[in-house]
């Protein structure tokens, strides 16, 4: 079994920042990469930034400049710095980690319940 928590979330003003995190524990074989997503309702969830094994991380252009993910994957703990908030950036953020479990030969995407970040503008 595996589990992924995130935590951090919550409401701040624009121009705020907030930091999520994100932990990931259970029978693990592999982790290949960690990311964060984003979802409002009535929307597709959408990937606002990830980190591999080897440290090489992506963002997303619309936080570009403004978030950042980093972390250490190998021991299944990343963060999502959130810097210069806006009223668009509110959504429920979720964490996924890209694994194969213990006993198992594929790769699996697992994924967390979810933190509620509110921008007020």
């Known amino acids: 079994q595996v589990q992924v928590v995130e935590s951090g979330g919550g409401l701040v003003q624009a121009g705020g920042s907030l930091r999520l995190t994100c932990a990931v524990s259970g029978s693990i074989r592999d982790i290949y990469a960690m990311a964060w997503y984003r979802q409002v309702p009535g929307k597709r969830r959408e990937v606002v930034a990830r980190?591999?094994?080897?440290?090489?991380?992506n963002n997303a252009d619309s936080v570009k400049d403004r978030f950042t993910v980093f972390g250490d994957v190998a021991k299944k703990m990343v963060y999502l710095q959130m810097n210069s908030l806006k009223s668009e950036d509110t959504a429920v953020y979720y964490c996924n980690a890209d694994i194969s479990p213990v006993g198992l030969n594929i790769r699996i995407d697992a994924w967390g319940q979810g933190t509620q970040v509110t921008v007020s503008s």
């Open positions: 980190i591999t094994s080897d440290g090489t991380t």
